[in-house]
């Protein structure tokens, strides 16, 4: 049976210039098919219901081996902070967001992203793999254009230098497929941040929404 895809129309942690950004990435993109609709009498009201909380208030892990529950904590080791914020559908896209902040008041991190398809791993509840789809040109573009066009937003985007006052924040790009299990396990290479060891996250079925532009 069809497992749906949760659907909210407001991110309530979510900062507007970050809900604008993916809203133009997903519009801006080549349309792909999404998942089919679920049938009318599987709603998945009878799912327990997993606690997400704002960014700031989740507990600090290190995600590895055991994986960090993405809605309820971080992953941090030593002055670098992982966090996942949000995930699921931008248009017909799948999008997982992921920022990068750094604690050190004097050491900037040579944040270099997730970008080829080694780099990140989503698996489903039911153990299928969906790799990293490699940022495209058009993507890039729009990303570039997006941060010279506005005042700063308080973030960057992509590959950067991440300081204690301006984080950044990545867009991983997956098969919308992944979008329809219970549960996703993501698995990120540590060397894009300075670790030695992988990140892993868990991100519950509570967390794969879809991201409407203009929510506060």
């Avoid at 960090?68 to 997982?96: K, M, P, T």
Wanted: aromatic share 6%; with cysteine; net charge neutral.
């Amino acid at each position: 049976m069809f497992r749906p895809l949760r659907t909210v129309t407001k991110v309530p942690n979510m900062s507007r210039p970050v809900l604008l950004l993916i809203a133009l990435l997903g519009a801006g993109c080549e349309e792909r098919p999404g998942p089919p609709p679920p049938p009318p009498q599987d709603s998945g009201a009878n799912r327990p219901s997993v606690a997400i909380v704002s960014p700031e208030e989740r507990t600090e892990g290190r995600g590895y081996p055991d994986r960090v529950s993405a809605g309820l904590g971080r992953v941090v080791r030593g002055d670098v902070e992982v966090c996942v914020d949000h995930a699921g559908h931008a248009g017909s896209q799948c999008i997982i967001q992921i920022s990068v902040r750094n604690r050190s008041k004097d050491k900037p991190l040579a944040f270099t992203n997730w970008t080829k398809p080694g780099h990140a791993t989503l698996k489903d509840d039911e153990g299928r793999a969906y790799p990293l789809i490699p940022i495209s040109a058009e993507r890039e573009r729009l990303l570039r254009e997006w941060e010279l066009g506005r005042p700063d937003p308080g973030f960057g985007t992509g590959t950067g230098s991440v300081t204690r006052e301006r984080p950044r924040v990545a867009s991983l790009w997956f098969d919308p497929a992944a979008l329809s299990g219970l549960y996703l396990d993501l698995d990120l290479e540590g060397a894009p941040v300075g670790f030695a060891d992988p990140i892993r996250f868990r991100i519950s079925g509570e967390m794969m929404v879809t991201i409407v532009p203009g929510s506060p």
